[in-house]
C-alpha cells in the first residue's frame, strides 16, 4: 500500500514570499490533516479535512495561510506572505473513517526555511 | 490550556536494556492516547495506542502503560536496539475530533 506523498521535500525562500505544499493521501482516506513541526516540537494541527469538507481549522493564521482539498483527495498548503516563523516541517496525514478515532498515518513531511 | 506534555527531553539508554518514556496528560476527557516515533527526516510513525478504559496495553517489544489517577502514560520498550533512536510523541485524542501532540522526548541508544 502506497504512504502518505508529499512534496516538495524541502522549500527555502524569502520571507514575504508565496509558497505551496502538495498532499497525497494514502487511496480511500476520507480524513486529511496538515500539522505544522517546529523544530524540537510535536506537530501542532492546522487543518483537518473530512472529504472535501472542513471541519478544524482553528489554529491555521488565515491571513497567510489557506487549504484546499479538491474532489476530496490530494490538498494544497498555501502560505502567503510567508514569514521567517514559518520556518517548520509541514506535515500532511491521512486516516481512512471521516470521524472518530482511527490510526493517522503521515508523510514524510515539507522542510520550509524562511529567510 | 489543557496539553500532553512529556517530562524528559532525552534519554540515554544502552543497547539491550529496557526503555522507558514518560508523558502526563492533563485532559481527563480523552478517550485515546497514542505513541509515535519520528526518526530524522520522517513523519511519525505509530507505535502503539490505549484507549481510556484500559491501563495497559502490550504490542511487539512495546509496552503502555496508562494511569488516569495522576493522568500519566509511558511508553516501555524492551532490548533497546539502534534502531530505536528516535523522538518519541505521545498524543490524545478525544471528543473533541483531533490529536493533540506533545513536545517529544528524544532516545539515543548507545552501544
Known amino acids: 500500500e502506497a504512504g502518505v506523498a508529499q512534496s516538495p521535500r524541502y522549500k527555502i525562500i524569502e520571507k514575504r514570499q508565496s509558497v505551496a505544499f502538495w498532499c497525497n493521501p494514502i487511496?480511500?482516506?476520507?480524513?486529511l490533516y496538515w500539522y505544522q513541526q517546529i523544530l524540537g516540537q510535536g506537530p501542532k494541527l492546522l487543518i483537518q479535512?473530512?472529504?472535501?469538507?472542513?471541519?478544524?481549522d482553528s489554529q491555521l493564521p488565515k491571513d497567510r495561510f489557506s487549504a484546499e482539498r479538491l474532489k476530496g483527495v490530494d490538498s494544497t498548503l498555501k502560505i502567503q506572505p510567508a514569514k521567517l516563523e514559518d520556518s517548520a516541517v509541514y506535515l500532511c496525514a491521512s486516516s481512512l473513517l471521516a470521524g472518530g478515532y482511527n490510526e493517522q498515518f503521515f508523510g514524510p513531511g515539507t522542510r520550509l526555511t524562511v529567510l | 490550556g489543557e496539553s500532553v506534555g512529556l517530562h524528559l527531553p532525552t534519554l540515554s539508554v544502552q543497547e539491550g536494556d529496557n526503555s522507558i518514556i514518560n508523558c502526563a496528560y492533563s485532559?481527563?476527557?480523552?478517550?485515546?492516547f497514542i505513541w509515535y516515533k519520528q526518526e530524522s527526516g520522517k513523519g511519525p510513525q505509530f507505535i502503539i495506542d490505549?484507549?481510556?478504559?484500559?491501563d495497559k496495553r502490550q504490542g511487539q517489544r512495546v509496552t503502555v502503560l496508562l494511569n488516569k489517577t495522576v493522568k500519566h502514560l509511558s511508553l516501555q520498550i524492551a532490548a533497546t536496539q539502534p534502531g530505536d533512536s528516535a523522538v518519541y510523541f505521545c498524543a490524545e485524542f478525544g471528543s473533541w475530533g483531533k490529536f493533540q501532540f506533545g513536545a517529544g522526548t528524544q532516545v539515543v541508544v548507545t552501544p
Open positions: 485532559n481527563s476527557a480523552s478517550d485515546y
Open positions: 490505549i484507549r481510556s478504559n484500559m
Open positions: 487511496s480511500g482516506h476520507a480524513t
Open positions: 479535512f473530512q472529504n472535501n469538507g472542513v471541519v478544524d
